[in-house]
């Protein structure tokens, strides 16, 4: 691609972030490549991708990553705010401090880093920020209230964002993906696990937890490169959408979710905790 964009994405160690990085660069983007564990993301040199690591939770990790790119690029063209993670668990299970901490990384991270960037953005009149949200930011999953709470808060945030900056000739969008085939899903329910043993969630959270397991072990599962695809058109194209929905259970999900009355909805997910799998 001629005339690539400098693009800096967050959460690039694994999954959806791993594999944008790498088709961004192989489209001729100059891609920057960021996240807390470097050695998973050494194989994206290959690609040409600059990486380096950042805690989105730390404020001088955060300023070096800009510094960085805008010491090499001289500006920053795109930034992907997708680092993130799910702490799944009973509100009343779940430790505040765990919950601050998921929303330190899902939220204020991503904010402060927005922050940083944007003045690089607004000098150069030009300038897309796109948000990894979830179809978790439009609808409550049973026992992952904390992870809802952060991606409602991404939504809103990211809503607000758009209107401020559409003068300043910056495009903001979200990504809302639904059940996705990596390891997120699996690394959700084992905190699931540990926030039910010895509660009186322990029955239901324990079996929520092994069916959440295996349910992203499945095949029925979109792969992360539906989610690259999107990316990739929110990056590259003309005039982007506010938001690209993907994957087949985020399309079921607001499918079911605008029918069904609120206390159908309820037991539905309420039902996930009492089926039994192998």
Same mark, same amino acid.
């Given at each position: 691609?001629?005339?690539?964009?400098?693009?800096?994405?967050?959460?690039?160690?694994?999954?959806?972030?791993?594999?944008?990085?790498?088709?961004?660069?192989?489209?001729?983007?100059?891609?920057?490549?960021?996240?807390?564990?470097?050695?998973?993301?050494?194989?994206?040199?290959?690609?040409?991708?600059?990486?380096?690591?950042?805690?989105?939770?730390?404020?001088?990790?955060?300023?070096?990553?800009?510094?960085?790119?805008?010491?090499?690029?001289?500006?920053?063209?795109?930034?992907?705010?997708?680092?993130?993670?799910?702490?799944? @668990? /009973? +509100?009343?299970?779940?430790?505040?401090?765990? &919950?601050? $901490?998921? #929303?330190?990384?899902?939220?204020? %991270?991503? *904010?402060?880093?927005?922050?940083?960037?944007?003045?690089?953005?607004?000098?150069?009149?030009?300038?897309?920020?796109?948000?990894?949200?979830?179809?978790?930011?439009?609808?409550?999953?049973?026992?992952?209230?904390?992870?809802?709470?952060?991606?409602?808060?991404?939504?809103?945030?990211?809503?607000?964002?758009?209107?401020?900056?559409?003068?300043?000739?910056?495009?903001?969008?979200?990504?809302?993906? @639904? /059940? +996705?085939?990596?390891?997120?899903?699996?690394? &959700?329910? $084992?905190? #699931?696990?540990?926030?039910?043993? %010895?509660? *009186?969630?322990?029955?239901?959270?324990?079996?929520?937890?092994?069916?959440?397991?295996?349910?992203?072990?499945?095949?029925?599962?979109?792969?992360?490169?539906?989610?690259?695809?999107?990316?990739?058109?929110?990056?590259?194209?003309?005039?982007?959408?506010?938001?690209?929905?993907?994957?087949?259970?985020?399309?079921?999900?607001?499918?079911?979710?605008?029918?069904?009355?609120?206390?159908?909805?309820?037991?539905?997910?309420?039902?996930?905790?009492?089926?039994?799998?192998?």
């Amino acid at each position: 691609m001629k005339n690539g964009k400098v693009i800096l994405i967050t959460g690039a160690s694994s999954g959806i972030g791993f594999d944008s990085a790498r088709t961004l660069a192989k489209q001729g983007h100059r891609v920057y490549a960021a996240a807390r564990r470097t050695e998973l993301m050494e194989p994206l040199k290959a690609y040409g991708v600059k990486v380096f690591g950042m805690d989105v939770t730390d404020e001088e990790s955060m300023k070096q990553g800009v510094e960085t790119v805008i010491q090499a690029e001289g500006r920053i063209d795109v930034l992907i705010n997708n680092a993130g993670y799910g702490y799944f @668990g /009973a +509100i009343e299970n779940v430790p505040l401090e765990e &919950a601050r $901490r998921q #929303l330190e990384v899902n939220v204020f %991270g991503l *904010a402060r880093l927005t922050q940083l960037v944007l003045p690089y953005m607004r000098k150069q009149r030009s300038g897309r920020i796109i948000n990894t949200s979830s179809i978790a930011g439009k609808m409550v999953f049973y026992m992952g209230g904390w992870y809802n709470v952060t991606k409602y808060s991404v939504e809103a945030l990211s809503d607000a964002l758009r209107m401020e900056m559409k003068p300043f000739g910056i495009d903001v969008m979200m990504i809302e993906p @639904g /059940a +996705i085939k990596t390891d997120w899903g699996v690394i &959700a329910a $084992r905190h #699931l696990m540990e926030s039910s043993v %010895g509660t *009186a969630y322990e029955q239901i959270g324990t079996q929520w937890a092994k069916n959440m397991d295996w349910f992203y072990k499945t095949n029925w599962l979109s792969s992360p490169e539906v989610v690259t695809k999107a990316i990739s058109r929110a990056v590259n194209s003309r005039h982007p959408k506010a938001r690209y929905c993907r994957g087949r259970i985020s399309i079921t999900g607001r499918v079911l979710h605008a029918l069904l009355p609120a206390r159908w909805w309820d037991a539905l997910m309420r039902q996930g905790g009492k089926i039994k799998v192998k």
